[in-house]
């Protein structure tokens, strides 16, 4: 028997980035990642064990499809791979990978002109724009547009790098020899007021709500892979 070994986020298939098709039912697709020959094959198939680190394919499915703050159907994945290029060059931790996305999902639900924080106005007009809702102030310090999709991200993610230096000088040694509970601290601190002794057991509110559900939704995804290659092609429900 044949099978197909398709990615979820290039196709939408409900249930996780990986699933195992049949023949029959995988004619539907035009373009599978991959043909497993036969049942012996699937086991040697290399696909990322619950160990490894996230990759962003599997990010950008699941920034696809659990963000509850965008519709689905209006997720523009090229912006989202835009995303992708510009976090690869701030060197995040792996376990912190896909932030830059959360943030975008969880502030603006991914819209470029997304207006916000009209709580903070007098007149209620709104205080903040953008992907990641950045205040006037972004303007001036880092001389963008806010609504520029590059531009405002890399100002965004150069604002939280700085901050690694001051969560170094104000922090204990059991936050800075941490790697992610450094950047976790400078991105609570690059994104929120001052705060006179720092924000060095903080994360943002994207972290927990946004970021750690995906990568748990994808080591789940990866053990259910990894139990159906144990179990055979037979127990796939192929």
Excluded at 10 to 27: K, S, W
Excluded at 107 to 133: I, W
Excluded at 136 to 161: C, N, P, Q
Aim: aromatic content about 10%; proline content about 3%.
């Amino acid at each position: 028997m044949n099978f197909i070994l398709s990615m979820g986020f290039m196709f939408g298939i409900a249930g996780g980035p990986y699933e195992i098709l049949n023949l029959e039912e995988a004619q539907q697709f035009t373009k599978p990642v991959h043909i497993v020959a036969s049942a012996d094959d699937l086991n040697r198939f290399e696909i990322p064990t619950a160990n490894d680190a996230v990759t962003y394919d599997e990010l950008v499915f699941e920034a696809i499809n659990s963000c509850k703050y965008a519709k689905r159907s209006k997720v523009d994945e090229k912006l989202l791979w835009r995303l992708v290029k510009i976090e690869r060059q701030y060197n995040l931790p792996e376990s912190l990978r896909g932030m830059t996305l959360a943030a975008a999902c969880h502030e603006s639900g991914y819209s470029p002109t997304k207006k916000g924080d009209r709580k903070f106005s007098k007149d209620r007009k709104p205080r903040a724009l953008g992907l990641f809702q950045m205040w006037k102030w972004w303007e001036k310090s880092y001389g963008i547009d806010r609504t520029d999709v590059e531009a405002s991200t890399h100002a965004y993610l150069k604002h939280v790098k700085r901050q690694l230096k001051t969560v170094q000088k104000k922090c204990k040694k059991s936050v800075v020899k941490n790697e992610k509970k450094l950047w976790l601290a400078a991105w609570a601190t690059a994104i929120r007021s001052p705060k006179k002794k720092g924000r060095c057991y903080e994360a943002p509110l994207f972290y927990r709500r946004v970021l750690k559900k995906w990568h748990s939704n994808i080591k789940q995804y990866r053990q259910e892979i990894e139990e159906c290659s144990r179990r055979g092609a037979d127990g796939c429900g192929c």
